[in-house]
């Protein structure tokens, strides 16, 4: 089964220090990967998603995340710190399974960004 | 263009009512997902529906939880006789279905058993 790695649960860095947010993934077939944020009390919004196109993937509020096959990871980075990226982020990995499409999601990691 | 929509937000059930989530997917998304989140826990699937079809239930505790997504109008997820562990906030979500689509998530309904 599908599986992602969220190292950690908690990350601190000073506004506009850089980001980057480990994901590391288990899956037998090519995969889905989705970056997810989360602000309190708030659902979840896609960052971004790779989809077997470019390994560089871009996405919303300057986020961007590299697949690597060679490493099973699809790690979130972003070059400057804002406060308003304070949240937390959830890498998941589609599962598809017996006619199912499924997310599963790792443990995910809060951001913080200090002033 | 409204998101997916649930309600109600947040619910407060005594121990042993029912609870019930709704949730309407987003304009032209046939394909409804639900996941629960417990503090400090990610999201973990629950179930996967399609209209009037249960696909993947294979998230959902055996007993008390039950899902429905009829032809006509919302999804409903559908607690009964709740116990304090089934607080927590369940989150809708909905897609298209094609394989890599994108999984858009509600606001969440959170639930609180007193």
Known sequence: ?115 | NAGVMQNPRHLVRRRGQEARLRCSPMKGHSHVYWYRQLPEEGLKFMVYLQKENIIDESGMPKERFSAEFPKEGPSILRIQQVVRGDSAAYFCASSQGASGNTIYFGEGSWLTVV
């Not at chain 1, 989360?38 to 196109?53: D, E, M, R, V």
């Not at chain 1, 400057?80 to 990226?85: E, I, N």
């Open chain 1, 1 to 115: 089964a599908q599986s992602v790695t969220q190292l950690g649960s908690h990350v601190s860095v000073s506004e506009g220090a850089l980001v980057l947010l480990r994901c590391n993934y288990s899956s037998s077939v090519p995969p889905y990967l989705f970056w997810y944020v989360q602000y309190p009390n708030q659902g979840l919004q896609l960052l971004l998603k790779y989809t077997s196109a470019a390994t560089l993937v871009k996405g919303i509020n300057g986020f961007e995340a590299e697949f690597k096959k060679s490493e099973t990871s699809f790690h979130l980075t972003k070059p400057s710190a804002h406060m308003s990226d304070a949240a937390e982020y959830f890498c998941a990995v589609s599962d598809v399974k017996g006619g199912s499409e499924k997310l599963v999601f790792g443990k995910g990691m809060k951001l913080t960004v200090n002033p």
